[in-house]
């Protein structure tokens, strides 16, 4: 939104989850002791190091994309920001605040863009650095990118004043998920090699998404909540449509051609379960649903449905020769296999219970391949499975009884789809190569349907 501190983290701490990269540069040539990116002179309050060397790079960047791209988009010229950038060492108590901050300790955990002064202000102690170790640099250029965006809707007539006075026109989550756009806008241009300083393939992207996750909004704030800026899935969502499709798309989002998943819990025992059934409860209530809710969709599209047998064992599945990781669907036997140890437990306690939701749901597809007579290994298939068990979970956000989604579950579908392969993978164990893609599949079945599909 377009005030001071909008991009803050999803805990009340500093404190960012994730597996620490491997540390490559999205900055072409050498990074690193000065040796390459831009020089962070021009940004105040700058200490000169690396971190702020990125940032400035980063910055660069974002502003020459606009330069370009805004004309086109908006028939008329970028104006790069007035009131430029600060830097702002959080762990130093004499550090300057930057411009509408009181204090340095007021920007800890966050980058932002303030509208008043025209200037983006971020953390290089506390937040800038953490996102590089955890999920690589490529996590800052998503950052900067999002309060650029700001910058943007300022520039195209978006000010405070006009969200406030509509706020059913322009709610906070439209308003942060068209900056998500054009920073997935922006990285589309740097991937296709446009960029002066900056560089980054698609198969980079993965740990990078992750960063928006953990940006998502607490589980269970409703969508119309002052401040919200969206769950996981329409964060990500955002992103891609910008990666995918461009200014063009970002520019006329709105309340009416934009669909929000994010909710509130559904009960009170919802709210304290944080939205999570134990594992086995998760097993024995959802594979009650997907029965009946595949044959919806097999009916749908003509053909018959038989429901897999689902057998659990405190075993890895090895009933086909190729691995399909803790769930496999068993094409002889018609059976799904679940592990009850090791894995899959880990998975449903460190991402979620929908996270072993999507498993489960993807075998479920598997058989629907099957009895649909389409081919289970492959790129098609890969596809195919993953847009399916988007499409059943689709199905789950407009219930009002039964198997519902809790505030969380759309979330915890995006990060094991990100973090691990196994809802893509086919018969032979083989699977859609990225994260990014799987999502993207994911959720062109969840928000256009089994029609999206291609069965």
Sequence with gaps: MLVPLLLALAACTTTIAGTPTNGDSVVSGDHGNGGGGVDPSFVHNSDGGDIDRLAATVVTDVQQFWTET??????????????????????????KAPPCARRASDVEGNAFYCPTADIIA??????LPVLKEKFGEAAVMF????????AVQRRTGLTVAKQQSNPDEYPTILIESQADCY????????????????????????????????????????????????????????????????????????????????????????????????????????????????????????????????????????????????????????????????????????????????????????AALKQLGKQLEGEDAQRAVLCLTG??????????????????????????????????RDLAGKAVATGFDRVSLFRQGALQGVKACGL
Excluded at 82 to 94: C, I, K, L, Q, R
Excluded at 122 to 127: M, N, S, T, V, Y
Excluded at 143 to 150: F, I
Excluded at 207 to 220: H, I, K, Q, S, T
Aim: hydrophobic share 35%.
């Design 143 to 150: 950052v900067l990118a999002h309060e650029m965006g700001h």
């Design 391 to 424: 499409a059943y979970t689709g199905s789950l956000l407009t219930r009002r009884t039964g198997f519902t989604l809790s505030p969380g579950d759309l979330d915890e579908a995006i990060q094991v789809l990100l973090r691990y392969d196994y809802a893509g």
């Design 183 to 366: 920073a997935g806008s922006f990285v589309r241009w740097v991937s296709e090699g446009k960029a002066d300083h900056l560089k980054i393939s698609k198969d980079r992207l993965d740990n990078a998404m992750e960063a928006l996750v953990m940006f998502r909004d607490p589980v269970g704030t409703e969508q119309s909540d002052d401040g919200a800026h969206g769950d996981a899935f329409d964060r990500v969502s955002a992103f891609q449509d910008g990666y995918d499709q461009g200014v063009g798309l970002c520019k006329d989002m709105s309340v009416e051609n934009r669909t929000f998943t994010q909710r509130g819990f559904l009960s009170q025992d919802d709210a304290d379960r944080g939205g999570n059934l134990e594992f086995e409860s998760l097993l024995t209530t959802i594979t009650e649903d997907l029965g009946p809710s595949y044959n919806t969709i097999m009916t749908g599209l003509g053909k018959p449905w038989t429901a897999p047998t689902v057998r659990t064992s405190a075993k890895t599945p090895d009933c086909t020769k190729a691995d399909q990781g803790p769930i496999a669907y068993c094409a002889d036997t018609g059976e799904i296999d679940v592990a009850t140890e090791g894995e899959l437990p880990t998975i449903h306690r460190d991402i979620g219970d929908f996270a072993t939701g999507t498993l489960v749901a993807s075998r479920y597809s598997m």
């Design 122 to 127: 971020w953390d290089r102690a506390a937040l």
């Design 70 to 95: 805004f004309p086109t988009a908006f028939d008329k010229q970028w104006t790069n920001l007035e009131g430029g950038f600060y830097s702002v060492d959080t762990s130093s108590a004499t550090a």
